[in-house]
Nanobody, 121 residues
Framework: QVQLVESGGGLVQPGGSLRLSCAAA????????MAWFRQAPGKERDSVAA????????TYADSVKGRFTMSRDNSKSTTYLQMDSLQPEDTAIYYC??????????????WGQGTQVTVSL
């Protein structure tokens, strides 16, 4: 099993920046991709960005391209989401997720507890 712990959320003004971190523990060798999702009040959970754990460039949702940057540090089993030019519509709970080689659902099978990001004056 893989355990994920997010940190770095908070309140920021429009145009500001935040960096989220997601530390993985446990069977990290089983991680294939990791991803960030977000869920705004009254809306479904949407994918924001994803990255393969073994290499390659991240992919992004159109709504965050050019503003968000996902990266990873395999030595620390940690992934990051740098969020710049934040807007009120970015307000949501942000979740880190991992898809592991032991996934029974065929989807992301490890999730963090979520961290709140609020963009407001």
């Amino acid at each position: 099993q893989v355990q994920l712990v997010e940190s770095g959320g908070g309140l920021v003004q429009p145009g500001g920046s935040l960096r989220l971190s997601c530390a993985a523990a446990g069977r990290t060798s089983s991680i294939i991709p990791m991803a960030w999702f977000r869920q705004a009040p009254g809306k479904e959970r949407d994918s924001v960005a994803a990255i393969n754990w073994s290499g390659g460039s991240p992919t992004y949702a159109d709504s965050v391209k050019g503003r968000f940057t996902m990266s990873r540090d395999n030595s620390k089993s940690t992934t990051y989401l740098q969020m710049d030019s934040l807007q009120p519509e970015d307000t949501a709970i942000y979740y880190c997720a991992a898809y592991t080689s032991t996934s029974k659902s065929g989807g992301y099978d490890s999730w963090g507890q979520g961290t709140q990001v609020t963009v407001s004056l």
